[in-house]
């Protein structure tokens, strides 16, 4: 095994671990799921509109899969900044990208624990129907989303460390991908500059090609979904890699972080 390999793989364990016994990440498995859910379920259990159970059931648990994603992953140099273990991660042979890789791996694998509360709600709490899922086609959406999720964590990730004001940045941005990402509504209702500016986002692609193989109506375009999400990915995945390049270059060149 090669010592990066095995580098993230140790990441990815301890990562585990720690979450597991932290009562912080069971509020975004299953609190914040549920609170999100049910106010989809209870709209939508209002609304004559055709098709919106997909979204009424998968919506909440899309909602804590990416907060699950941004939050347990993609702050997790937040985490070692505030414990004060950052220096000591950066000093190391290793880079810093291989153990990002492994805690946010940890964090998509615990996220879909989201899932769990958020079906149990609509199915049992408000009676939502058996979704028409096409089995083959909302697999491979959902895997192309969970791509999407870890490459947009792995862009975040560099900006705790290179700047003070990244948190407020990209706490305002976690909101913004519930939105145009189409986690709990079509993309298509919103003002069309926001429908533009959500192709740029990967995980809109994924999303609507998930909702889709779940029974939403119109026709679907599973290849080039699938393809748009996977070039934006690789495209935040590149500004990733840049990014922590420059964290190495400047904590070596100051001998300090800037938000240490």
Known sequence: MSPLLRAGLRAFEVSL??????????????????????????VFSHSSTPG?????????????????AYLDGGNSIGSERW?????????VPTPIWVVMVGKITAAL????ISFIPALALAY???????????????LVSFLVLTFS??????????????WRWAFSLTNGFELGVYVLG??????????????????????????RALYHAAGQAGRADY????????ALSLVCLLLSRLLFRLVEQNARRTGQLATA
């Open 83 to 91: 414990e004060g273990t950052l220096e000591a991660l950066l000093a």
């Open 223 to 230: 290849a080039g979904w699938w393809a748009r999400s996977i």
């Open 109 to 112: 694998l615990l996220g879909v």
């Open 149 to 162: 999720f870890f490459a947009i964590a792995m862009a975040f990730a560099p900006l705790f460390a290179l």
């Open 124 to 138: 049992l709490g408000f009676r939502i129907a058996p979704l028409q899922i096409d089995a083959g086609p909302f």
């Open 17 to 42: 671990k720690n979450r597991v016994v932290s009562p912080w990440t069971y509020l975004n498995w299953i609190a914040f799921p549920l609170i999100l859910a049910s106010v989809g379920l209870f």
């Open 182 to 207: 189409g986690f709990m509504f079509p993309v298509d209702r919103l003002e069309l500059w926001l429908q533009r500016a959500a192709w740029f986002v990967p995980p809109s692609w994924a999303t």
């Open 52 to 68: 919106h159970d997909a979204y009424a059931a998968l919506g909440g648990g899309l909602i804590g899969f990416w907060t699950s």
